[in-house]
Nanobody, 116 residues
Framework: QVQLTESGGGLVRTGESLTLSCQVS????????LGWYRQTPGKQRELVAR???????DYYGSAKGRFTISRKDAKNAVDLEMNNLKPEDTATYYCSALWSDYSRYWGQGTQVTVSS
C-alpha cells in the first residue's frame, strides 16, 4: 500500500510563506503525476498544483504566481512552496499520487491557516 505523508502545515499571517512537503513511500519516478489539492469544510477538494514525471507543472486558480510545486526525486518527495499567503488559502492541503494505470492515492492532509 502506497503511503503519502504531508508535513509543513501551520498557522501563519497574511503575506507570509510556508512550504509543504509530501513524503511518498515509493519511488516517485514511477508516478505519472503528483499533485497538491486543498479543501475547506463544505466544499469540494480542488486542485492547486501538479507536476508530471517529466517535470511539467500546472497551477490552478489563485495559486498561479504565488505557489511553486517541485519534485525531490532523491527523497521521494514533492514540495509546495506557498508565498504571499492570504486568508482564503486557509484549508486542509492534500498530496495526491496518480499512476499511469489511473490508480490514485491520497495523504491524510495537513492544515494551513492564514490569519488576517
Amino acid at each position: 500500500q502506497v503511503q503519502l505523508t504531508e508535513s509543513g502545515g501551520g498557522l501563519v499571517r497574511t503575506g507570509e510563506s510556508l512550504t509543504l512537503s509530501c513524503q511518498v513511500s515509493e519511488n516517485i519516478l514511477n508516478i505519472q503525476t503528483l499533485g497538491w489539492y486543498r479543501q475547506t469544510p463544505g466544499k469540494q477538494r480542488e486542485l492547486v498544483a501538479r507536476i508530471t514525471n517529466s517535470g511539467g507543472t500546472d497551477y490552478y486558480g489563485s495559486a498561479k504566481g504565488r505557489f511553486t510545486i517541485s519534485r525531490k526525486d532523491a527523497k521521494n518527495a514533492v514540495d509546495l512552496e506557498m508565498n504571499n499567503l492570504k486568508p482564503e488559502d486557509t484549508a486542509t492541503y492534500y498530496c495526491s499520487a496518480l499512476w499511469s494505470d489511473y490508480s490514485r492515492y491520497w495523504g491524510q492532509g495537513t492544515q494551513v491557516t492564514v490569519s488576517s
